[in-house]
């Protein structure tokens, strides 16, 4: 079954410094990848997503993510972090072939210090 | 325009009575999807509905959870018999369609079952 691993459920950075958020799918066919964040007591919001074409995805707030088939990684990165970025942020992807129920990673919980 | 809304915000219940959580899509979208995040599970999908019909119910925990959409728009998440590990934040969805399309998320009801 396809599965979604996040490196690191907690992650802290300095603001101003890289945000760097693993993710890796299991499966040997790509499938549609998302990343979400979840800010508290809010639903999901989707940041960004990749389903074909150019393989360097921009997302809002100034995050970006790059799919890599060879590694079967997805990792989300920002230049410089922001107070305002401090969230929980959930990887996922869709399966090839299925109705597009995603299927999340554990989430990684970023906290920015100042 | 309206987000994707849920009702209640919050459900506190005792174990054994029965409960309906709700969900309004934004309108226009024909796919719905619901999702439970608890702590030792992340997120988990449940059920979708493209129109009215769910296809694929194999993503409920349980024979005490169901599901239905009446009008291609409200769906209503029935809980019977309600155990403590059914204490969860349930979030629901809706997309234009299928597939890829990005999946707009409400702000969850959280269940808790004394």
């Known amino acids: 079954a396809q599965s979604v691993t996040q490196l690191g459920s907690h992650v802290s950075v300095s603001e101003g410094a890289l945000v760097l958020l693993r993710c890796n799918y299991s499966?040997?066919?790509?499938?549609?990848l998302f990343w979400y964040v979840q800010y508290p007591n809010q639903g999901l919001q989707l940041l960004l997503k990749?389903?074909?074409?150019?393989?360097l995805v921009k997302g809002i707030n100034g995050f970006e993510a790059e799919f890599k088939k060879s590694e079967t990684s997805f990792h989300l990165t920002k230049p410089s972090a922001h107070m305002s970025d401090a969230a929980e942020y959930f990887c996922?992807?869709?399966?090839?072939?299925?109705?597009?129920?995603?299927?999340f990673g554990k989430g990684t919980k970023l906290s920015v210090k100042p | 325009g309206a987000g994707v809304s849920q009702s209640p915000s919050n459900k506190v219940t005792e174990k054994g009575k029965d409960v309906e959580l709700r969900c309004d899509p934004i309108?226009?979208?024909?796919?719905l999807y619901w999702y439970r995040q608890s702590l030792g599970q992340g997120l988990e999908f449940l059920i979708y509905?493209?129109?009215?019909?769910?296809?694929?119910k194999s993503g409920l925990p349980s024979d005490r959870f169901s599901a239905e959409r009446t009008g291609g728009s409200v769906s209503t998440l029935t809980i019977q018999r309600t155990q403590q590990e059914d204490s969860a934040v349930y979030l629901c969805?809706?997309?234009?369609?299928?597939?890829?399309?990005?999946?707009?998320f409400g702000p969850g009801t959280r269940l808790t079952v004394l």
């Open positions: 969805a809706s997309s234009l369609g299928l597939d890829a399309d990005t999946q707009y």
């Open positions: 499966s040997s066919v790509p499938p549609y």
């Open positions: 990749y389903t074909t074409g150019a393989t």
């Open positions: 996922a992807v869709i399966p090839p072939g299925s109705q597009g129920n995603l299927i």
């Open positions: 309108s226009g979208h024909t796919a």
């Open positions: 509905f493209q129109g009215n019909s769910a296809p694929d």
